[in-house]
């Protein structure tokens, strides 16, 4: 099993930026794929940025151009740039990552860090 830990967030104004990270531990070498998905209150939990098994990556398009996630080799940690936020991007941000085998990926999930974007 791997747990996940988020931190990094806060309240920041319009335009400015954080940096998110994901500490991972146990069973890393069992981490398939990982990324960052974010809810906002009434909302559903959204993808945000993610790596796939071979390294791609995939953003949202409310987020292109302004978020950067990278790693750690091996899976250890997971990060987010997040440059030129805006009100919208105000939720929490939960780190993810699938373990296990390509036939049988389990979900596990960080308690998540809030990110506030007001003026």
Known sequence: QV??????????QPGGSL??????SG????????GWYRQAPGQEREMVATFTHDLNTNYADSVKGRFTISR????????LQMDNLQPEDTAVYFCNAWTGPA????????RGTQV???S
């Open 103 to 110: 036939s049988y990926l389990v979900a596990s999930w960080g």
């Open 19 to 24: 940096r998110l990270s994901c500490a991972a």
């Open 72 to 79: 750690e080799h091996a899976w250890n940690a997971l990060y």
């Open 116 to 118: 506030t974007v007001s």
């Open 27 to 34: 069973a890393t070498y069992s981490i398939y794929a990982m």
């Open 3 to 12: 747990q996940l830990v988020e931190s990094g967030g806060g309240l920041v």
